[in-house]
């Protein structure tokens, strides 16, 4: 069965500190990754994606992620914090049949001064 | 586009009450979820539809739930008698083609509180 895990429940870091948050799935196939972010009180905002190709995906607000097939892994990375990057970071799986999206149960965020 | 409309933001409500959460798709998707998230239980699907059809409901709670979706710019969320235990936040998201490609646009969600 398809899964996401996100290990880390919470995460504090300095502005301007490099920055990642991990995702392991477990897939049968070559699967369609997702980093979402929510911001309190606000929806999922969907950061960037990955379904094939180059595994260095690039998102909106200077994110990155690396898809790894040997490790199962779709890590979050951004080099520089912001204090407004402080929010909950949900990875998700999605299908390449059927429309079931799986999602971790999310990465919470603090930046410090 | 003005993206997925829910509404409304926030709602209070007396156990036993009915309640209905509304949402409005992007305009051209032609799948709709419906989620409800918790602390306890993170982000859980309740029910989706594709071209305004219920494709997959096993993940309503109970049959004081319901979902219904009379047109392809429109659905309902209802819970009928509200408890305590429903309290959460609920997204809508809607989709072009199914989340394989593109996963979801979400709504800002409506925080329910049965009291």
């Known amino acids: 069965a398809q899964s996401v895990t996100q290990p880390d429940i919470h995460i504090t870091v300095s502005e301007g500190a490099s920055l990642e948050l991990r995702c392991n799935y477990s897939y049968g196939a070559t699967p369609y990754l997702f980093w979402y972010v929510q911001s309190p009180g606000q929806g999922l905002q969907l950061l960037l994606k990955?379904?094939?190709?180059?595994?260095l995906v690039q998102g909106i607000k200077g994110f990155e992620a690396e898809f790894k097939r040997s490790q199962s892994s779709f890590n979050l990375r951004k080099p520089s914090v912001h204090w407004s990057d402080a929010a909950e970071y949900f990875c998700?799986?999605?299908?390449?049949?059927?429309?079931?999206?799986?999602f971790g149960t999310g990465t919470s965020l603090t930046v410090i001064p | 586009d003005a993206g997925v409309i829910q509404s409304p933001r926030h709602e209070v409500t007396e156990m036993g009450q009915e309640v209905t959460l509304r949402c409005k798709p992007i305009?051209?998707?032609?799948?709709l979820f419906w989620y409800r998230q918790t602390m306890m239980r993170g982000l859980e699907l309740l029910i989706y539809?594709?071209?305004?059809?219920?494709?997959?409901d096993s993940g309503m709670p109970e049959d004081r739930f319901s979902a219904k979706m009379p047109n392809a710019s429109f659905s309902t969320l209802k819970i009928q008698p509200s408890e305590p235990r429903d309290s959460a936040v609920y997204f809508c998201?809607?989709?072009?083609?199914?989340?394989?490609?593109?996963?979801?646009?979400f709504g800002s969600g409506t925080r329910l509180t049965v009291v």
């Open positions: 305009s051209g998707h032609d799948y």
């Open positions: 998700a799986v999605g299908q390449n049949t059927g429309n079931q999206f799986y």
């Open positions: 990955y379904f094939s190709g180059d595994t």
């Open positions: 539809f594709n071209n305004n059809v219920p494709i997959d």
């Open positions: 998201a809607s989709s072009r083609g199914g989340t394989g490609f593109r996963g979801y646009t």
